[in-house]
């Protein structure tokens, strides 16, 4: 199992419409949640970040975190085809001497015009 | 700020090669990750530093593999001999904790 999951999509979503984007992840012991961009042929962006459970807004952004249930989302309110990328979910989780931070392999979002 | 500084931002070579890819972090960030990115495996930490000191280095692949850091304001990671298994983005990113990473534009290494 890996330790974070993402379904890699595409998911094609109709411009102005939500876009949902999930993870899980498998250290229960993880306090710290990202949310990246990445635009083709660039390097990531960080858009959200999250530490306690529920709900984080940041403009059309919402990150949304349930621990108990070990999953993460992203939601995109009213997107745009600038909302084209591939989202990546991030976790801190513990190893054997330290935290580190483990992506998933990301889910590629397609706004449709 | 300039961001995270990487070079070069392509590189082509053939196997068997030394290869060395260089990273400027963020001033005052004190820590420091390398990255390889492809589409099969996608985003993996190579190694990490925290105040020029390697962490972990649990995902460096194998002894062709190398990194340093000897001070604050720049670290190297190399490759010899390189292999075509080796071509990848290989990002470098800065921290000011180990939690939120600012990534640099990467190199993309491609071994002929």
């Known amino acids: 199992q890996k330790e974070v999951e993402q379904n890699s999509g595409p998911l094609s979503v109709p411009e102005g419409a939500i876009a949902s984007l999930n993870c899980t992840y498998s250290?229960?012991?993880?306090?710290?949640f990202f949310w990246y961009r990445q635009y083709s042929g660039k390097s990531p962006e960080l858009i959200m970040s999250?530490?306690?459970?529920g709900d984080k807004e940041d403009g059309r952004f919402t990150a949304q975190l349930n621990k108990a249930s070990q999953y993460v989302s992203l939601l995109i309110r009213d997107s745009q085809p600038s909302d084209s990328a591939t989202y990546l979910c991030?976790?801190?989780?513990?190893?054997?001497?330290?935290?580190?931070?483990?992506f998933g392999s990301g889910t590629r979002l397609s706004i449709r015009p | 700020d300039a961001g995270v500084i990487q070079s070069p931002r392509h590189e082509v070579t053939e196997m068997g090669q030394e290869v060395t890819l260089r990273c400027k972090p963020i001033s005052g960030h004190d820590y420091l990750f390398w990255y390889r990115q492809t589409m099969m495996r996608g985003l993996e930490l190579l190694i990490y530093f925290n105040n020029n000191v390697p962490i972990d280095d649990s995902g460096m692949p194998e002894d062709r593999f190398s990194a340093k850091m000897p001070n604050a304001s720049f670290s190297t990671l190399k490759i010899q001999p390189s292999e075509p298994r080796d071509s990848a983005v290989y990002f470098c990113?800065?921290?000011?904790?180990?939690?939120?990473?600012?990534f640099g534009p990467g190199t993309r290494l491609t071994v002929l």
């Open positions: 250290d229960r012991g993880s306090q710290s």
């Open positions: 991030a976790v801190n989780t513990f190893g054997s001497s330290a935290s580190k931070i483990i």
């Open positions: 999250i530490y306690s459970n």
């Open positions: 990113a800065s921290s000011l904790s180990s939690d939120t990473q600012y």
